[in-house]
DNA sequence: CCTCGCGAACGAACAGTGTTCGTGTCAAGT
DNA sequence: ACTTGACACGAACACTGTTCGTTCGCGAGG
């Protein structure tokens, strides 16, 4: 009877190869330090030792950190809900599309700044401006007005996001994703302005205005003067 | 006859002595360097060699980068022209200010970004909030629609100033401070949507109005919805 | 089978960031 | 004279995005 002897060939003390990079992996990883950590804290280093492997590896895949915000910023982008066009409800379905992103932005703390001044290019952004501009237009606002307002809402709702991010990054005090204590900052506001003596008349008058209301009601406010100036002003342009 | 020798003093050969550091100062240089390279450029080093100083000197008069920051924004939002109120024309008035505060964003490139999520605790900038409750109040505007409008104008304008400083970095190819080129930005997502065949049709149909116009153009409409828009709902907040 | 070319992988290094720590100097007060 | 507090600031820390140069693996072609 021979034996076999099983010589170990040039990879038999390696550990299992590793998987190949891909771009969907990066982003996934990407993904999953956000959630932990928020978006700010994702470097292209803390994505390679997530990744098991050197930032410069990263270069292959994606031409840079711009890039590889941009298919981050698509990945959300995907996961918003469009619903069909309803011509009798136009106003209320832009609403629902405002906040759906804003609580994306939320589960993905600090995706908002990624997302700042960026025009989609991918599926998943141009998804949602397809569905923003098929209400709009299903409701009667003219085509000029319906596609500015693309701009327009995207800035609000990306505007407000980032800021909620900042406010949680500062406050340390709420885990990521949470709403910032708007009750804590505005406490801090309504304190420094009853302190302004006659310098601020009005603001010191309206301090419990300036500092009523937490994040969701100033976003609701926003939402009613957008869509109802919307429906005011569209006409106008065409 | 008796000769007086001049006998240097410890300090006769030292150059003149520097000028001592200011929070002034360090903000002088500040506005400075962002008005040539743009505030996105400008770092605590980059500072410390425009005063031929170290970068922990700063240190000793500002807390950190942050609140260098609110210095800076402070300035900027001191500079802005508050019209008197007058009730018949409230509306022009909070957009002649929300140009006005556009204007300054741009006349200080990056500066946009640093205001992001800043809410006034100095001069400058409680002097704005405090000429915008003015006149919407003076308007007929319900103090908690007028308070809450403050945050809502800020946040777009920001925003605004914010994507405008992000294009022209992008471009790199218009001097800091000056529009960016916005008919180039559209015509590259023209060219990008007409190749989207029948993925995104209403996109398609509508290419045209969605590259139209330039920034000012989207501006303005932003501004007559949301000024149209808080007409329209303020009676609701009160 | 062998060789070559290409793309992926990735360490080392570059140039930069905000900030802290430790030390020296100066001015004011005792 | 001595002490104290504030300012000034170099050295260093921990980090950032990215490039350059080298090696490796794979597939195609001879």
Redesign the interface.
């Known amino acids: 009877m021979r034996v076999r002897v099983a010589l170990p060939s040039g990879r038999a003390d390696r550990v299992e190869p590793k998987a190949r990079l891909t771009v969907d992996r990066i982003v996934d990883a990407a993904m999953e330090l956000m959630k932990r950590e928020g978006y700010d804290n994702v470097s292209m280093r803390s994505l390679a030792r997530e990744l098991d492997t050197g930032p410069a590896s990263l270069y292959a895949h994606v031409a840079n950190k711009d890039e590889l915000d941009q298919y981050v910023i698509d990945r959300i982008s995907g996961m918003l809900e469009i619903p069909d066009p309803d011509p009798d409800r136009w106003q209320e379905q832009l609403k629902e599309l405002m906040r759906g992103m804003l609580q994306l932005f939320r589960e993905h703390p600090g995706s908002a700044r990624a997302a700042?001044?960026m025009?989609p290019?991918m599926?998943g952004g141009?998804?949602a401006?397809?569905g923003m501009?098929?209400i709009a237009?299903a409701g009667g606002v003219t085509?000029?007005?319906?596609?500015?307002?693309?701009?327009?809402s995207a800035?609000?709702v990306?505007?407000?996001a980032?800021?909620e991010s900042?406010?949680t990054a500062r406050e340390n005090s709420t885990a990521a994703g949470e709403q910032p204590d708007h009750a804590a900052?505005d406490e801090q506001?309504r304190t420094?302005?009853e302190g302004?003596g006659d310098?601020?008349?009005?603001?010191v008058r309206?301090a419990t205005?300036?500092t009523?209301?937490g994040g969701d009601?100033?976003f609701e406010?926003?939402l009613?003067?957008?869509?109802?100036?919307?429906a005011?002003?569209s006409k106008?342009?065409s």
Chains 1, 2 share one sequence.
């Open positions: 700042m001044g025009i290019t599926e141009l998804r401006a397809e501009m098929a237009i085509p000029q007005a319906a596609a500015w307002f693309c701009d327009l800035a609000y990306g505007a407000i980032y800021e900042i406010w900052i506001l420094f302005v302004m310098r601020f008349p009005v603001l309206f205005e300036l009523a209301g009601d100033r406010f926003g009613d003067v957008l869509i109802s100036g919307l005011a002003v106008r342009y």
